[in-house]
């Protein structure tokens, strides 16, 4: 759970809803072929998805709170050929406007790491 206090009370955002959020955010750009696990705990659930039980499919994205503000990590594989540093830009610029404008909540950065490339 985030939770973040404002002037009118606190708001508290579930986990679940974040990551699908911004996994559904992430693979709608251009050029993202799929999300990669990204700890170990991703990496057993990707082996075993009888685990998850109607858990949203988080692989490839991790959420931080720092000082009252989100730092996102992902993890994408992106297709061959495309510009990549444009990509990376777009992912970036998409991910914090849709968090920022669906939750109210700041962003601080968000790192995007390219492990792959696919043809």
Not at 37 to 55: D, E, H, I, Y
Not at 69 to 78: A, D, G, R, S
Not at 98 to 103: A, I, M
């Amino acid at each position: 759970m985030i939770r973040v206090k404002n002037h009118v009370g606190e708001i508290t955002i579930s986990q679940d809803y974040l990551m699908a959020l911004i996994s559904s955010t992430v693979t709608n750009c251009f050029g993202v072929v799929h999300m990669n696990v990204s700890s170990p705990r991703q990496t057993l659930a990707a082996a075993m998805p009888f685990l998850k039980k109607g858990k949203t499919d988080d692989r490839g994205v991790a959420v931080r709170v720092g000082k009252d503000k989100l730092i996102v990590e992902l993890h994408i594989t992106v297709m061959y050929g495309v510009n990549v540093g444009a990509v990376v830009k777009s992912i970036m610029n998409k991910v914090r406007y849709t968090v920022e404008e669906s939750t109210g909540i700041s962003v601080e950065k968000v790192d995007v790491y390219v492990e792959s490339l696919k043809v």
